[in-house]
């Protein structure tokens, strides 16, 4: 699931996307299906050095480790390596953020939050994993 979000937004905001990933397209059938429909280019089952060193920038999945070979191959060339959060972020028109972190609870609690809000007549919005991505 992680990075089908920022796949979407950068799609839709026109950004010319390279998907690459170790998992096949077989693995990853139930994600690509969701980015039907999106000019996006694939290199599934592998990675390539020369993914990471012709582009404008990287967007690390949370599950890439930080001392990936890849990601120091980026990194040597300049490229800079943004998260979906650092472009959430960028992009986001309010900086009156609320978010859940953590292993257990965090869809409780977001949900507890969302609803302490709305009852409380504020503009809110629930978003990641449980509402909008």
């Known amino acids: 699931q992680g990075g089908l979000g920022v796949a979407r937004f950068l799609a839709k905001a026109g950004a010319k996307i390279l998907i690459t990933d170790l998992k096949t397209e ?3 059938g139930p994600s690509l299906k969701k980015l ?3 000019d996006i280019k694939y290199i599934l089952g592998r990675h390539r050095e020369e993914d990471f060193i012709n582009t404008d920038m990287v ?8 001392n990936s070979k890849y990601l120091e191959i980026a990194q040597n ?3 800079p390596i943004e998260t979906d959060l650092d472009l959430f972020f960028q ?4 900086k009156n953020i609320i978010a859940v972190a953590g292993t257990k609870g965090k ?12 009852e409380a007549q504020k503009d809110t919005i629930l978003a990641g994993n449980i509402g909008i991505s």
């Open 36 to 38: 039907k429909g999106f």
């Open 91 to 94: 992009f986001c028109p309010s």
């Open 59 to 66: 967007i690390q999945n949370p599950a890439v480790p930080h």
């Open 107 to 118: 869809s409780t609690v977001s949900q507890l939050i969302y609803h302490i809000f709305k």
């Open 77 to 79: 060339q300049g490229i």
């Open 26 to 28: 077989e693995e990853l």
